[in-house]
């Protein structure tokens, strides 16, 4: 059994500063990719950020230069630092991670369950 679970979300003022983090648990032989994906009421979810394995980044537009991905593999958490943020990044933030059971074994994708940021102007 695998979980993701988030924290950190929360209610801010436009232009600060929010930090989520992400720890998986269970019987994790490894995990590959991470990444933040997130909804907004009435929106279908969209991908956020991602990190590899061996610290690959990449961001989607509408976050690049505000919002910074990292991880730690020792802990299997992964963060979000999100700053300067704005009303528009008000959503559901979830965890996604691909994760290995067993040696030789697929990776399976696994989501948490959801941590709600709100970003009043």
């Known amino acids: 059994q695998v979980q993701l679970v988030e924290s950190g979300g929360g209610l801010v003022q436009a232009g600060g500063s929010l930090r989520l983090s992400c720890v998986a648990s269970g019987n994790i032989f490894s995990i590959g990719a991470m990444a933040w994906y997130r909804q907004a009421p009435g929106k279908q979810r969209e991908w956020v950020a991602s990190?590899?394995?061996?610290?690959?980044?990449i961001y989607a537009d509408s976050v690049k230069g505000r919002f910074t991905i990292s991880r730690d593999n020792a802990k299997n958490t992964v963060y979000l630092q999100m700053n300067n943020l704005k009303p528009e990044d008000t959503a559901v933030y979830y965890c996604n991670a691909e994760i290995s059971l067993a040696v030789d074994t697929p990776l399976y994708e696994y989501w948490g369950q959801g941590t709600p940021v709100t970003v009043s102007s």
């Open positions: 990190i590899t394995g061996v610290g690959s980044t």
